[in-house]
């Protein structure tokens, strides 16, 4: 079930056009089908898609606001690429988001933090781990594994969002998921399974001795990684 279709399900409502719509192409973007750059026409992706070119603007417009896509004047619509500036100031908002979250929630539990913080993040990590298929190339996971990894990694870092209780950042935080998920598209070619889930174990089994700091390390291992 796509996250539009959940949702509104969970509301008791049928998905609309637009949502449905949506969905799909969010799903074709973050699973690479619809790669970095590449034209969104509305014309081409109402057929396909079997609905109306309004439905498809309303939808592309959702798209640009959650930086899947982007608009340009005379250049139209398209899906959104990293570069390395880009990249980079994303991993300076996640640290000024992340890092300062787990600074309040070690704050918040006295100075440590306790399992039942960390197992949501610790239970994103098992999981991940179901789908590694032993071999440790980068780039090497199928489609649709390396697409739950990619939900899974983001829901590790909610986690540990979450852990601070700071409505405000955990709000802001949440405003980024879909940018998060394409993040992760973009680094796997330097990844594999078995990778990502040494690196955020390694950074679980560090956060209750270095803290903050942990995570800082980790998201400019992440950053150099991708920019080099």
């Known amino acids: 079930m796509t996250d539009a279709a959940a949702s509104a399900d969970a509301a008791g409502n049928a998905p609309t056009a637009v949502e449905r719509a949506t969905a799909q192409l969010r799903e074709e973007i973050l699973s690479g089908t619809l790669p970095p750059d590449e034209p ?71 100075g440590a933090l306790p399992e039942a913080a960390l197992a949501p993040a610790r239970a994103a990590i098992d999981a991940m781990e179901r789908l590694s298929t032993g071999d440790d190339r980068p780039g090497s996971a199928p489609d649709a594994a390396w697409l739950e990894v990619e939900r899974l990694h983001a829901d590790f870092h909610s986690a540990l969002v979450a852990a601070s209780g700071s409505p405000r ?13 394409l993040f992760i598209l973009h680094a796997r070619t330097h990844y594999s399974v078995a990778s990502v889930v040494e690196e955020h174990r390694r950074l679980l089994d560090e956060l209750p001795t270095r803290g903050p700091e942990a995570l800082r390390a980790h998201l400019e291992h992440s950053t150099r990684l991708l920019l080099d």
């Open 40 to 110: 969104l026409r509305e014309e081409s992706c109402a057929a396909r898609l079997g609905v109306s070119r309004h439905t498809i603007r309303a939808a592309f417009q959702r798209l640009v606001a959650e930086r899947l896509a982007v608009a340009e004047p005379y250049r139209g619509v398209r899906v959104t690429s990293f570069d390395d500036a880009q990249l980079l100031a994303l991993q300076q908002l996640r640290a000024a988001l992340e890092v300062e979250a787990v600074r309040i929630a070690f704050q918040r539990f006295g």
């Open 169 to 181: 950042i955990i709000e802001i935080h949440t405003t980024l998921g879909s940018e998060l998920l």
